[in-house]
């Protein structure tokens, strides 16, 4: 028999419940057998109490059994590295690879401002691409995608290949296996998102046909806001079926994508493609 899984969530705050207005500190998700399931929550708790953006004084987990059945597999999206100077050239790329996902580029330059000058959410931004409104149901807190992770069986090879690749750090286990399943999802055409970690300045746009695009830098060292929007298109699904997809379903990895290389923007776009003439 296959051996049981749990879905274990942690979110974090400091100044209280989110809810009653807490600062965000962390949040987080797990799938796990069961030997796992302490090991995983302690690891959880003292990612909270040990957090970069402050220590938490509220922390809520929650566990739950996850049904075999209900598990849809995918594999995990190739990753290509754009090495970048600084985050103004790195937001400069992030409008290209926008673009190459198929957003016109008013459309890209838009929802780049749109992250920049997001307010501090927990979830993410689902932006209308054509009318450029928020389409969360819940404003304060945005959408979290959740029921993730990466199959238990493939963790140690996962971590060899991004060891092989400089990249086995938590940042990208947990954005590739989020963007991954978000690219999956519903009328979804691409994803921006940068870290909220003050010292963590890599960010990444992704979409089915992109991958997982990394650049090197998003925004400054020390600032602690990050943030994501997931760009939806109307006329290619309704949006209950995608706040499904995201929200709901349960996705598992078991199957490792290839990693591309690492370009500059020049190499990859080719020479001044992007806007950035330097
Ligand atoms: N669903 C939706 N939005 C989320 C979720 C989620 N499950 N988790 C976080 N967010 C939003 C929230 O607004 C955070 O402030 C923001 O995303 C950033 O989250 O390849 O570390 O967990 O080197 O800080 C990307 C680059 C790192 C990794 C991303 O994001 C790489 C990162 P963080
Ligand atoms: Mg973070």
């Known amino acids: 028999m296959q051996k049981k899984l749990y879905n274990i969530k942690m979110r974090s705050a400091q100044g209280g419940n989110h ?22 929550v302690s690891s959880l708790l003292k990612r909270s109490l040990t957090h970069s953006k402050g220590k938490a004084d509220f922390i809520n987990i929650s566990l739950e059994e996850i049904k075999r059945e209900e598990i849809i ?9 754009l ?20 957003l016109s580029l008013p459309q890209a330059r838009a929802i780049l401002n749109l992250l920049a000058e997001a307010p501090s959410l927990r979830g993410a931004m689902l ?15 945005g959408v ?4 993730m992770d990466w199959a238990p069986e493939i963790y140690p090879r996962l971590e060899a290949f991004l060891e092989k690749e400089g ?34 300045t ?28 997931f760009c939806f298109d109307p006329c290619q699904a309704n949006l209950q079926q995608c706040l499904h997809w995201l929200e709901e ?9 290839p990693c591309k290389g690492i370009f500059s923007l020049n190499n990859y776009f080719g020479e001044n493609k992007y806007g950035v003439n330097r």
């Open 127 to 141: 932006i209308d691409i054509h009318t450029l409104k928020r389409l969360e149901p819940d404003l304060q807190r």
């Open 19 to 40: 809810k009653k207005g807490g600062q965000h500190i962390s949040g987080a998700e797990r799938i796990v057998p069961e030997e796992d399931i302490f090991s995983t």
């Open 202 to 229: 890599a960010g990444y746009v992704a979409s089915p046909s992109l991958g997982y695009m990394r650049l090197t830098h998003l925004k400054p060292a020390g600032v602690a806001k990050g943030g994501r929007i």
């Open 73 to 81: 597999y995918l594999s995990s999206l190739p990753i290509t590295t």
């Open 249 to 257: 379903q349960i996705t598992v990895i078991n199957e490792i994508g």
């Open 167 to 200: 990249l086995n750090n938590i940042h990208v286990r947990e954005a590739l296996a989020l963007a991954s399943k978000v690219a999956r999802a519903p009328g979804i055409v691409a994803e921006i998102c940068w870290s909220d970690d003050p010292e963590y």
């Open 144 to 147: 979290r995608a959740t029921g």
């Open 83 to 102: 090495e970048v100077r600084n985050y103004k050239e790195g937001r400069a790329g992030a409008i290209q690879c926008l673009h190459t996902a198929g």
